[in-house]
């Protein structure tokens, strides 16, 4: 299995008259997986025709194998008989949320039943007890709006939030903008359901072993996550935004340090790259300084507004202090727009190349600044399109390989990523912040995990999944 | 995206689609805006699934009829468009693929005769007018009907006014500051014609002087949009020798949909001889809104005279300004500035009402569901009255909202500035 598109080995003949040819078959396939689950579960929840299915191998940075089958849930029930059919039929089995993720979590690398939670989506908000009860395909910021009316949030916040799903972001135990000071998704867990490979249905809470905080970033490949009870809280009161830019990308992440340093604890800290505020100027036209080579953003937050401000102050002071301009939003308005533009990065790079590789590396932030030199100097030697971006006020950076895979060597890109990583393992950190390893940096796991580790891993995924069958190809070389 | 389109074998259509298709890196990110998504839930049903499909066709690895429901049930709103951050054009995509695959598509003889008499019907405004007159007799016969015939009528409005004859030059009162070509609108002049009316008073008053070319027909968006292209190219050409460019300051649409239309000529004729042509008449085509709101920039508009009380306006963003245009801020600033008016934001604004040229009739029960959301959202923000700038959009909210028992009035913006300045809001 290549990492990148893979051409399909059967091509049709193509005639100048008729660039449609003979069509290859409009019919169901007889599978007989997708006809006992027709049976158990009524023709409206299992999709098995060519056409329904190949929509089902992709997500956002790969593109997989076509199912054999496609099933999509109203219930944990419908999920539990959905496994057991692919278990009988010795099918694997992968799950998949609204397919936004960036390592290939929820592309299937096999020939499997996809389980797509986009039809479970019962949202229940408990506002004396703080949680909300979420069925896996519930979309993230369904949260937040429905809680907010009681005068709670929902806090992690991944770039994709308006698309992205509850099951898909436990599954990568996703991060976003806010995680600096809020953590990332699976600090909000308070109960998971989950469906084992064998059927069975779990309820577990944060006690005795955390196997919630198993499940968490497991990728689907230990058990299917159904539904969720989530932790809620009050919305700051006061929020304000700072953007400011610097001439040189090591001046940045310098100034996040000293500013961290200083005392300041923002609610965000990204940060972003010259190639990256071009990429999203193009899109949104809303004044992002282009001549920059790097773009900080930063939000502090709080109930008490002389705190707020003097965090903002601090930051202020430390970027000024590394050289940069500093701008502060002037209103909602403004600052909205800001971090619009922040959440438009990862898509608006395909304007500059169609395909990329996207890494999610977490360094500690003493090292920051030579990181983000040394990364940038590995770009430019190769001649690729290296961008980089990320929530830096964690130390997570995700630097983007961007090429065309009809003119540029996806191996020549797979290198490249590969001495990326072992930039980040050299100054002690790891390979995924956020985005999950999937099929992405799997590779690189025997780099970044001991041997007596990995095994230990290993054992823990054996123990589940004794046969492999779920997300197989994902996480573990 | 990677593909293996042969972009040589389908010509200069094909290089717009291979385009788009590259252009997609499959974030999802248009899954949200998408109308079918929020009512379905396949991919298959996304932007994001209808551009894997239209490749794979394209590509000869996936039969037409498989792929055809999911396309057809496309609105072609653009919604997706905006949500874009990659850049991909949706739109020359979608329409370049149903004028591609429509002489392939193998269509019941009722299909058939139901599209042929609707791009006859749309872009003849007699008769249309006097198929919308039987119609509205045949209303009480409506229970009786197919649901495929029951759909048009439900969309009629109670009395189809009668029309009225457009000069076809307005001078312009006072100091001239602008000579404009108009385009009329086809469906618009049957079901709507105080629409025009309005915007020779308004145009007048403010110095601007209009001539409404003779030769002119429909903008073809319609066909287009269906598939029929050699219908549309033909439109096109009928337009671009009609309205001369070089002898207005602009060539004004009062109609979303028309006027994104008039603006899509260049993709149309992508690879023809008339392709220059069309780029310098779509250069010129702007909306009423937006050239009022030029003028307003640039020295001003005449004053309207005061709303008689405090009135509030829910402003609906017809898809075709919204996202096919990017027009927004225009409509609502020229509201704005009649004294005592205030403006609402409809919640899920940017989720099309359902109408999008012939879905109605192509998709009714979509649309019905799509047309009661909307309504239902208008509803929500307690409105005294309703502005949108597209007859398609107007005539479902209409009629939505009277569905749901709503005596809510829905006006064209360029009605409501008329209104204000003989005061009669």
């Given at each position: 299995?290549?990492?990148?598109?893979?051409?399909?080995?059967?091509?049709?003949?193509?005639?100048?008259?008729?660039?449609?040819?003979?069509?290859?078959?409009?019919?169901?396939?007889?599978?007989?997986?997708?006809?006992?689950?027709?049976?158990?579960?009524?023709?409206?929840?299992?999709?098995?025709?060519?056409?329904?299915?190949?929509?089902?191998?992709?997500?956002?940075?790969?593109?997989?194998?076509?199912?054999?089958?496609?099933?999509?849930?109203?219930?944990?029930?419908?999920?539990?008989?959905?496994?057991?059919?692919?278990?009988?039929?010795?099918?694997?089995?992968?799950?998949?949320?609204?397919?936004?993720?960036?390592s290939g979590g929820a592309a299937p690398l096999e020939e499997s039943l996809v389980i797509s939670f986009t039809r479970m989506t019962k949202l229940t908000i408990y506002p004396e007890q703080r949680e909300a009860r979420a069925q896996a395909g519930v979309i993230t910021l369904a949260v937040s709006e429905q809680a907010r009316p009681h005068g709670l949030v929902y806090p992690p916040d991944p770039a994709s939030f308006r698309t992205s799903t509850i099951g898909g972001n436990l599954g990568e135990n996703a991060g976003g903008p806010m995680c600096?000071?809020?953590?990332?998704?699976?600090?909000?867990?308070?109960?998971?359901?989950?469906?084992?490979?064998?059927?069975?249905?779990?309820?577990?809470?944060?006690?005795?072993?955390?196997?919630?905080?198993?499940?968490?970033?497991?990728?689907?490949?230990?058990?299917?996550?159904?539904?969720?009870?989530?932790?809620?809280?009050?919305?700051?009161?006061?929020?304000?935004?700072?953007?400011?830019?610097?001439?040189?990308?090591?001046?940045?992440?310098?100034?996040?340090?000293?500013?961290?340093?200083?005392?300041?604890?923002?609610?965000?800290?990204?940060?972003?790259?010259?190639?990256?505020?071009?990429?999203?100027?193009?899109?949104?036209?809303?004044?992002?300084?282009?001549?920059?080579?790097?773009?900080?953003?930063?939000?502090?937050?709080?109930?008490?507004?002389?705190?707020?401000?003097?965090?903002?102050?601090?930051?202020?002071?430390?970027?000024?202090?590394?050289?940069?301009?500093?701008?502060?939003?002037?209103?909602?308005?403004?600052?909205?727009?800001?971090?619009?533009?922040?959440?438009?990065?990862?898509?608006?790079?395909?304007?500059?190349?169609?395909?990329?590789?996207?890494?999610?590396?977490?360094?500690?932030?003493?090292?920051?600044?030579?990181?983000?030199?040394?990364?940038?100097?590995?770009?430019?030697?190769?001649?690729?399109?290296?961008?980089?971006?990320?929530?830096?006020?964690?130390?997570?950076?995700?630097?983007?390989?961007?090429?065309?895979?009809?003119?540029?060597?996806?191996?020549?890109?797979?290198?490249?990523?590969?001495?990326?990583?072992?930039?980040?393992?050299?100054?002690?950190?790891?390979?995924?912040?956020?985005?999950?390893?999937?099929?992405?940096?799997?590779?690189?796991?025997?780099?970044?995990?001991?041997?007596?580790?990995?095994?230990?891993?290993?054992?823990?995924?054996?123990?589940?999944?004794?046969?492999?069958?779920?997300?197989?190809?994902?996480?573990?070389? | 995206?990677?593909?293996?389109?042969?972009?040589?074998?389908?010509?200069?259509?094909?290089?717009?689609?291979?385009?788009?298709?590259?252009?997609?890196?499959?974030c999802g990110f248009c899954l949200p805006a998408c109308p079918t998504y929020a009512l379905l839930g396949d991919e298959m049903d996304s932007p994001r699934g209808r551009i894997f499909l239209m490749k794979e066709v394209l590509e000869g690895e996936l039969p037409l009829f498989d792929a055809a429901p999911h396309l057809d049930r496309c609105l072609g709103c653009m919604g997706c468009v905006t949500a874009c951050p990659s850049g991909v054009a949706y739109g020359e995509l979608i329409t370049s693929f149903r004028g591609w695959s429509e002489p392939q598509r193998n269509r019941s003889a009722f299909d058939k005769a139901k599209r042929v008499a609707i791009l006859k019907a749309l872009p003849a405004p007699k008769l249309f007018s006097v198929a919308a007159r039987i119609g509205q007799y045949?209303?009480?016969?409506?229970?009786?009907?197919?649901?495929?015939?029951?759909?048009?009528?439900?969309?009629?409005?109670?009395?189809?006014?009668?029309?009225?004859?457009?000069?076809?030059?307005?001078?312009?009162?006072?100091?001239?500051?602008?000579?404009?070509?108009?385009?009329?609108?086809?469906?618009?002049?049957?079901?709507?014609?105080?629409?025009?009316?309005?915007?020779?008073?308004?145009?007048?008053?403010?110095?601007?002087?209009?001539?409404?070319?003779?030769?002119?027909?429909?903008?073809?968006?319609?066909?287009?949009?269906?598939?029929?292209?050699?219908?549309?190219?033909?439109?096109?050409?009928?337009?671009?020798?009609?309205?001369?460019?070089?002898?207005?300051?602009?060539?004004?649409?009062?109609?979303?949909?028309?006027?994104?239309?008039?603006?899509?000529?260049?993709?149309?004729?992508?690879?023809?001889?008339?392709?220059?042509?069309?780029?310098?008449?779509?250069?010129?085509?702007?909306?009423?809104?937006?050239?009022?709101?030029?003028?307003?920039?640039?020295?001003?508009?005449?004053?309207?005279?005061?709303?008689?009380?405090?009135?509030?306006?829910?402003?609906?963003?017809?898809?075709?300004?919204?996202?096919?245009?990017?027009?927004?801020?225009?409509?609502?600033?020229?509201?704005?500035?009649?004294?005592?008016?205030?403006?609402?934001?409809?919640?899920?604004?940017?989720?099309?009402?359902?109408?999008?040229?012939?879905?109605?009739?192509?998709?009714?029960?979509?649309?019905?569901?799509?047309?009661?959301?909307?309504?239902?959202?208008?509803?929500?923000?307690?409105?005294?009255?309703?502005?949108?700038?597209?007859?398609?959009?107007?005539?479902?909210?209409?009629?939505?909202?009277?569905?749901?028992?709503?005596?809510?009035?829905?006006?064209?913006?360029?009605?409501?500035?008329?209104?204000?300045?003989?005061?009669?809001?």
């Amino acid at each position: 299995m290549s990492l990148f598109n893979r051409r399909k080995p059967e091509k049709l003949a193509l005639t100048a008259n008729s660039p449609v040819s003979k069509p290859r078959s409009t019919e169901a396939p007889s599978s007989p997986l997708a006809a006992e689950l027709t049976r158990l579960l009524g023709p409206q929840k299992v999709l098995s025709a060519y056409g329904e299915r190949l929509n089902y191998r992709y997500d956002a940075i790969l593109v997989g194998k076509t199912p054999l089958c496609v099933v999509l849930p109203e219930t944990t029930a419908d999920v539990v008989a959905a496994v057991r059919a692919a278990r009988a039929a010795d099918v694997p089995i992968v799950g998949r949320g609204a397919a936004s993720g960036l390592s290939g979590g929820a592309a299937p690398l096999e020939e499997s039943l996809v389980i797509s939670f986009t039809r479970m989506t019962k949202l229940t908000i408990y506002p004396e007890q703080r949680e909300a009860r979420a069925q896996a395909g519930v979309i993230t910021l369904a949260v937040s709006e429905q809680a907010r009316p009681h005068g709670l949030v929902y806090p992690p916040d991944p770039a994709s939030f308006r698309t992205s799903t509850i099951g898909g972001n436990l599954g990568e135990n996703a991060g976003g903008p806010m995680c600096f000071k809020y953590g990332v998704s699976g600090d909000y867990v308070k109960a998971l359901e989950f469906v084992d490979v064998d059927g069975g249905i779990h309820e577990l809470r944060r006690d005795a072993f955390d196997l919630a905080g198993l499940l968490i970033g497991s990728e689907g490949t230990l058990g299917l996550i159904t539904e969720a009870t989530l932790r809620l809280t009050p919305p700051p009161r006061f929020t304000r935004t700072l953007m400011s830019h610097f001439a040189e990308v090591g001046q940045a992440a310098e100034a996040v340090s000293q500013a961290i340093a200083a005392g300041a604890v923002p609610a965000k800290l990204e940060f972003m790259d010259k190639a990256c505020t071009n990429a999203v100027e193009d899109y949104l036209q809303i004044g992002l300084p282009r001549e920059a080579e790097a773009v900080l953003l930063v939000d502090t937050d709080g109930d008490d507004l002389a705190t707020v401000e003097e965090e903002l102050a601090l930051v202020e002071a430390a970027c000024q202090d590394h050289g940069g301009t500093v701008r502060r939003a002037a209103d909602d308005a403004e600052s909205a727009a800001l971090w619009r533009a922040r959440r438009s990065i990862s898509p608006a790079l395909g304007r500059i190349r169609p395909q990329r590789m996207n890494e999610d590396i977490v360094v500690p932030r003493s090292v920051l600044a030579e990181v983000v030199r040394e990364i940038r100097s590995l770009g430019e030697a190769s001649g690729f399109h290296l961008v980089q971006f990320g929530h830096i006020g964690d130390g997570n950076l995700h630097p983007n390989i961007l090429f065309d895979p009809r003119t540029e060597s996806s191996e020549k890109v797979h290198e490249l990523a590969y001495q990326v990583a072992q930039v980040a393992i050299r100054h002690g950190g790891v390979l995924s912040g956020e985005h999950g390893i999937g099929a992405m940096k799997r590779d690189f796991m025997r780099d970044a995990v001991d041997a007596v580790t990995l095994e230990a891993l290993w054992d823990v995924k054996r123990a589940l999944d004794p046969e492999g069958m779920l997300n197989p190809g994902k996480i573990l070389p | 995206m990677n593909h293996d389109i042969p972009v040589s074998q389908i010509g200069p259509q094909g290089e717009i689609m291979a385009h788009a298709i590259e252009a997609c890196v499959h974030c999802g990110f248009c899954l949200p805006a998408c109308p079918t998504y929020a009512l379905l839930g396949d991919e298959m049903d996304s932007p994001r699934g209808r551009i894997f499909l239209m490749k794979e066709v394209l590509e000869g690895e996936l039969p037409l009829f498989d792929a055809a429901p999911h396309l057809d049930r496309c609105l072609g709103c653009m919604g997706c468009v905006t949500a874009c951050p990659s850049g991909v054009a949706y739109g020359e995509l979608i329409t370049s693929f149903r004028g591609w695959s429509e002489p392939q598509r193998n269509r019941s003889a009722f299909d058939k005769a139901k599209r042929v008499a609707i791009l006859k019907a749309l872009p003849a405004p007699k008769l249309f007018s006097v198929a919308a007159r039987i119609g509205q007799y045949a209303k009480p016969l409506a229970p009786l009907l197919p649901d495929a015939l029951k759909s048009p009528l439900d969309l009629l409005p109670e009395h189809v006014p009668a029309m009225l004859d457009l000069p076809k030059f307005t001078p312009a009162q006072g100091t001239k500051r602008a000579r404009v070509a108009f385009l009329v609108g086809c469906a618009q002049q049957a079901l709507a014609p105080n629409f025009n009316a309005a915007t020779l008073r308004v145009l007048a008053r403010n110095g601007v002087e209009v001539v409404i070319p003779e030769d002119q027909g429909c903008c073809g968006a319609a066909a287009l949009h269906t598939g029929a292209r050699d219908e549309a190219l033909k439109l096109a050409r009928n337009n671009i020798a009609a309205f001369n460019p070089d002898e207005y300051d602009a060539i004004l649409s009062n109609a979303a949909g028309c006027g994104a239309g008039l603006r899509e000529y260049p993709e149309v004729l992508h690879g023809l001889p008339d392709e220059d042509a069309a780029k310098k008449l779509a250069a010129k085509v702007m909306d009423i809104s937006t050239f009022l709101a030029q003028l307003s920039e640039d020295g001003g508009l005449e004053p309207f005279m005061p709303a008689s009380r405090p009135i509030k306006i829910a402003y609906h963003d017809a898809c075709h300004l919204a996202h096919a245009q990017g027009i927004r801020a225009e409509p609502r600033a020229l509201l704005k500035l009649i004294p005592n008016v205030s403006l609402l934001e409809v919640p899920e604004g940017d989720l099309c009402c359902g109408s999008a040229g012939t879905y109605n009739l192509e998709q009714p029960e979509l649309a019905t569901q799509l047309g009661e959301r909307k309504a239902k959202n208008v509803l929500s923000t307690q409105p005294d009255m309703v502005a949108s700038g597209n007859i398609g959009c107007h005539t479902q909210i209409q009629s939505h909202l009277r569905r749901q028992g709503s005596g809510v009035p829905i006006h064209h913006t360029i009605e409501i500035l008329d209104m204000a300045y003989q005061g009669l809001l």
